[in-house]
Antibody, heavy 120, light 107 residues
Framework: QVHLEASGGGLVKPGGSLRLSCAAS????????LGWIRQAPGKGLEWVSD?????????NYADSVKGRFTISRDNVKNSLYLQMNSLRPEDTAVYYC????????????WGQGTLVTVSS | EIGLTQSPGTLSLSPGERVTLSCRAS???????LAWYQQKPGQAPRLLIY???SRATGIPDRFSGSGSGTDFTLTISRLEPQDFAFYYC?????????FGQGTELKI
């Protein structure tokens, strides 16, 4: 059974940094593209970033986070990461990790989410 | 970037009723790559429908999707109490993936 557990969220000041982690189990980790999607309080869903299967050669970011966020994966630890730098108040959201199965950017399994709050 | 507009924003219905939610794209969705997700308060979204009309694993057959081009619908044939939630459509499969703003289904 696929299980994804995101962690690492918290309260951070504008301009600060945070690293999110997503521990995965129950599936062939290296076979899947993985992604991060966020949801601002009371708002809809926004794709943030994804990384290709295997060694993670292909990486993409939404324009809103490009140059500030870095996605990575550790295939030994079966974990996905999101390093977030230069955080802004508009980055405040619940961040979900997900597998992309059945299609590029089709999010078929989701973790429970971790809340990031950027505020002074 | 393809924009997705969902309607209505909010819908109030009763268990047992039939409901159809709409998702309209600003341009044709390539390959019919349109998905629907359900999200309950405090929970992560759950994939319901992909490829406009294919049910994801474990999704009851009271959920069905249809459409092509720019107009897509999600139908729930007989609402059950656990179906009252937010529903989002998403176009996927290409470098720019976008979600609709959501429809809230209220009891």
């Amino acid at each position: 059974q696929v299980h994804l557990e995101a962690s690492g969220g918290g309260l951070v000041k504008p301009g600060g940094s945070l690293r999110l982690s997503c521990a995965a189990s129950g599936f062939g980790f290296t076979d899947y593209y993985l992604g991060w999607i966020r949801q601002a309080p009371g708002k809809g869903l926004e794709w943030v970033s994804d990384i290709s299967s295997g060694s993670g050669t292909y990486i993409n970011y939404a324009d809103s986070v490009k140059g500030r966020f870095t996605i990575s994966r550790d295939n030994v630890k079966n974990s996905l990461y999101l390093q977030m730098n230069s955080l802004r108040p508009e980055d405040t959201a619940v961040y979900y990790c997900s597998t992309e199965g059945g299609g590029y950017r089709l999010f078929d399994n989701w973790g429970q989410g971790t809340l990031v709050t950027v505020s002074s | 970037e393809i924009g997705l507009t969902q309607s209505p924003g909010t819908l109030s219905l009763s268990p047992g009723e039939r409901v159809t939610l709409s998702c309209r794209a600003s341009q044709s969705v390539p390959g019919g790559n349109l998905a629907w997700y359900q999200q309950k308060p405090g929970q992560a979204p759950r994939l319901l429908i992909y490829g406009a009309s294919s049910r994801a694993t474990g999704i009851p057959d009271r959920f069905s999707g249809s459409g092509s081009g720019t107009d897509f619908t999600l139908t729930i044939s007989r609402l059950e109490p656990q179906d009252f939630a937010f529903y989002y459509c998403q176009q996927y499969g290409y470098s720019s993936s976008t979600f609709g703003q959501g429809t809230e289904l209220k009891i």
